[in-house]
C-alpha cells in the first residue's frame, strides 16, 4: 500500500523556491485578492474604504521602512520627511507643469529616492545612533526646504495636486482611487518580497546580521545600505505622490517627526518581515479607528481627557502597546503568524 507523509514537502528545487508553495495557499492567496478587489470595494462604505484606501498608502512607505530598519539593520528617523518630499515633487510638476500623474508619481519617487541616497552617504558613514541623528536633523532641513520654498512649494499655504486620470476617466472617489492605492500596495509586497530573495536583498540581511562578518564575505557593506535608503526613500516617494493626490491638497502638518516614529513602531509591533510591516500597519491603523470610535466614552468616563487632550492620550495609549510589544512579543505579530501557520504545517500531527 502507497504510504503519504503528512505534511509538505518540497522534492525539487522550482518548489523549495516557490513563493506559494501549496495549493491551499494558492487558494488562500485568491480569497484574499478576491475579498480585496471584487467584494471590499462593492461592499464597504466610503468610510471603511477611505481607511483601507490610508493603509494601502501606509503599507508602502513601511516596507520602505522595513527595507532599512528591519532588512539592513540601519536606524532612520526621517521616513515622513522623504515621503513629504515624494508629495511635494508630484504635487509640484502636477501643479506647475500640468503633467499627469503617470508621469509625476514616477518622477517624484526617483527624486525622493536621490534624496534619501544624499543623505544615506555622509551618514552611513557612522555606525548605529548617530546614522538616527543625522536622518533626524535631515527631517528638519527638507521640512524646513518646503516650508521656505515660496511659490514653489506654496509654504504653509499647502500645494495642490490634480485628481488621478486615465484618459478622461478621473479616480475622484473613495472607491476608484481605493483599486489604484491597494493594486500598488499589493505590488509593492510582492516586488518586495521578490527583492530579498535577489543577491541584493540576501546581502541586506548579511549586513544587517553582522556588517563586519558580510565585508569579509565579499559583500559591499556601503554599497549595500546606500541602495537599502535609496529604494526606502523611493518607496516613501511613492507613497508621498499618492497621499498628496488623494488628498488634493498638501501641507507640511502631514508629514511630522510622529509620523515617522510611528512607522517605526509599526514596524516593532509586526516584526522584521514584510508579513509584519502589513500586520504592524493594519494593527495600529485599526486601533486608532477603535480609539477614535470610543473617544466620546472615554471623554465621559475621563473628564480630564475629554476634548483636545483625547489624541494626548491616544498617544499614551499607543506608547503603551508598543512597550508591551517590545516586552512580551519582541519578534512581532509575524513570529506569532508563523507559529500558527505551525501548527497546520505537520497535520494531523501539529506536535
Known sequence: MLRKPCGTFDENYVQDSALVRTRFRWTLLALLLAGLFIAFPWLASNYLLDVMTNIAITVIAVLGL??????????????????????????????HLGWSFWISMPLAALSSGLL?????I?????????IAVTTLVAHFIIMWGILHGGNVTMGLVGLSADDVRIGSFALDNERRF????????????FLTTNLMRTRIGRAMLA??????????????VFRTKITAFFLSSLY??????????????????????????????????????????????FFMKILHQIILLLAPWIGGLFPLVAGTAVAGFMQLFFGAVIIWFLVFEPRGLAHRWQIILSIFRLWPFPH
Not at 534619501?116 to 544615506?120: M, S, T
Not at 555622509?122 to 548617530?130: H, M, Q, S
Not at 481605493?178 to 509586497?189: E, G, Q
Open 236 to 281: 516613501a516617494g511613492v507613497a508621498g505622490a499618492l497621499m498628496a493626490h488623494y488628498q488634493g491638497i498638501i501641507t507640511v502638518e502631514q508629514f511630522t517627526l510622529m509620523d515617522s516614529i510611528w512607522m517605526l513602531g509599526m514596524i516593532i509591533i509586526g516584526g522584521p518581515s514584510i508579513i509584519g510591516a502589513v500586520f504592524g500597519v
Open 178 to 189: 481605493y483599486y489604484l492605492a491597494m493594486t500598488l500596495a499589493v505590488l509593492t509586497v
Open 116 to 120: 534619501g541616497l544624499i543623505v544615506a
Open 122 to 130: 555622509p551618514a552611513l558613514r557612522i555606525r548605529g545612533f548617530y
Open 66 to 95: 522595513q527595507i532599512v530598519i528591519g532588512f539592513t539593520g540601519q536606524i532612520s528617523l526621517g521616513h515622513a520627511a522623504f515621503m513629504a518630499a515624494g508629495a511635494y515633487a508630484s504635487g509640484m510638476i502636477s501643479y
Open 207 to 220: 549586513v544587517r546580521d553582522n556588517d563586519l562578518a558580510a565585508s569579509f564575505m565579499g559583500i559591499n
